[in-house]
C-alpha cells in the first residue's frame, strides 16, 4: 500500500512537472509568435498607416459640382490612388459649422467653403518623390486651386516607421535568445530531477545517445504540445481582436499567420530539442560526488 501510495505521489510530481515545463515553453512560443505575426506583417502595418494618410485636392471657386464629381471619378481611377472621397461645398460649410459654430459664415459675404477631394494614396506613393509626382500631375488641372498634405507628418511616419523595423527586429532577435535560455533552464531542471535514473543507465554501460534518445523523444512532443498551446493563445488573442479592433485584424494576412504557426512549431522543437541533447551530455558527463550536488 505504501509503495503503492509512493508511486501514484512520484507520478503525480511527474505530470506536475511536465505540465508546467509545457505552460513555460507555451507562455515564451507565445511571445515568439505574437512579436513574428508583427514582424511578418510589418509591411502590412506600413502600408494600413500610410493609406490612411490623406490629401486635400481644393477646387476653384467656380468649379461646378458636376466637374467637380466628374474630376472625382478621373482621380479613382489614377494608379496611385486607393480611394477618392469628395466633399461637396455643403458638406464642407457643415464640417467648418461643427468645428467653428455656425455663425462663423456671418462675417462672409459669400461661402468662401469650395469643393473638394480626400485622397488616400497607395503605400507605394506615400514617400516625397511619389508624393511630389501627384501633386505636380493634379495641380496641372485648371479645376485645381490648391493640393493640400500635412509633409512633416508623412515625413515623421515614414522616418519612424524604418525605425519601429529596425527595433522590432532587433527585439525578435533578443526575444528569441531570451526564449532559448528559458527553455533551456526549464529543461534542465526536468532532466536534472532525472540525474540518478541517467546515472545508473550510465553505470550498466548504455551509450550517450541511448540515453538520449528517450528524452528527445520527450522533447519533441513536449515542444509539439507547447507550441500547439501556445497557437491556441495566439489564435484566441487574434478573435479577441477581431471584436474590439476589426480594422486593425484585417491587416493579418491569412498566409502570413500560417507562417507564423509554423515559425512557433518550428521553434518549440528546435529548441526544446537543442536544449535537451545539451543538457542530458552534460548531465551523464556528471562525476558520482556532483551527481551528489
Not at 505636380?136 to 490648391?146: F, G, M, N, T, Y
Not at 523595423?165 to 526564449?179: A, C, E, T, W
Not at 536534472?192 to 545508473?200: D, L, N, Q
Not at 545539451?278 to 562525476?287: A, D, F, K, N, P
Amino acid at each position: 500500500m505504501m509503495a503503492s501510495a509512493e508511486n501514484k505521489l512520484i507520478r503525480r510530481r511527474l505530470w506536475s512537472s511536465y505540465a508546467s515545463s509545457v505552460l513555460s515553453i507555451s507562455l515564451v512560443l507565445l511571445l515568439v509568435g505574437a512579436a513574428s505575426l508583427l514582424l511578418v506583417n510589418g509591411r502590412n502595418f506600413s502600408d494600413y498607416f500610410k493609406e490612411n494618410m490623406q490629401i486635400s485636392v481644393i477646387f476653384k471657386q467656380d468649379v461646378s459640382e458636376t466637374k467637380a464629381r466628374t474630376y472625382c471619378a478621373e482621380l479613382s481611377e489614377k494608379d496611385f490612388v486607393k480611394q477618392a472621397d469628395f466633399v461637396s461645398k455643403e458638406q464642407g460649410i457643415n464640417e467648418m459649422e461643427e468645428l467653428l459654430g455656425q455663425d462663423f459664415l456671418s462675417v462672409f459675404d459669400t461661402a468662401p467653403i469650395p469643393a473638394s477631394v480626400n485622397l488616400s494614396l497607395k503605400a507605394e506613393y506615400v514617400n516625397d518623390e511619389g508624393i511630389e509626382a501627384v501633386m505636380q500631375e493634379i495641380s496641372a488641372s485648371p479645376l485645381v486651386d490648391e493640393v493640400v498634405y500635412q509633409k512633416t507628418l508623412i515625413d515623421a511616419l515614414n522616418a519612424n516607421l524604418s525605425k519601429i523595423s529596425m527595433l522590432l527586429s532587433v527585439f525578435i532577435l533578443l526575444l528569441l535568445f531570451i526564449s532559448y535560455v528559458m527553455i533551456a533552464n526549464t529543461v534542465r531542471l526536468n532532466i536534472f530531477s532525472k540525474r540518478f535514473t541517467i546515472h545508473t543507465m550510465r553505470l550498466v554501460g548504455a551509450t550517450k545517445a541511448f540515453i538520449r534518445k528517450p528524452f528527445l523523444v520527450e522533447a519533441l512532443f513536449q515542444g509539439v504540445i507547447a507550441a500547439e498551446l501556445a497557437a491556441l493563445l495566439l489564435i484566441g488573442g487574434m478573435f479577441l481582436m477581431k471584436a474590439s479592433f476589426i480594422e486593425m485584424f484585417s491587416i493579418f494576412a491569412l498566409r502570413q499567420f500560417i507562417v507564423v504557426l509554423c515559425i512557433m512549431l518550428l521553434s518549440g522543437v528546435v529548441i526544446c530539442e537543442t536544449a535537451t541533447f545539451i543538457v542530458v551530455g552534460r548531465v551523464v558527463s556528471l562525476s558520482k560526488e556532483e551527481i551528489y550536488v
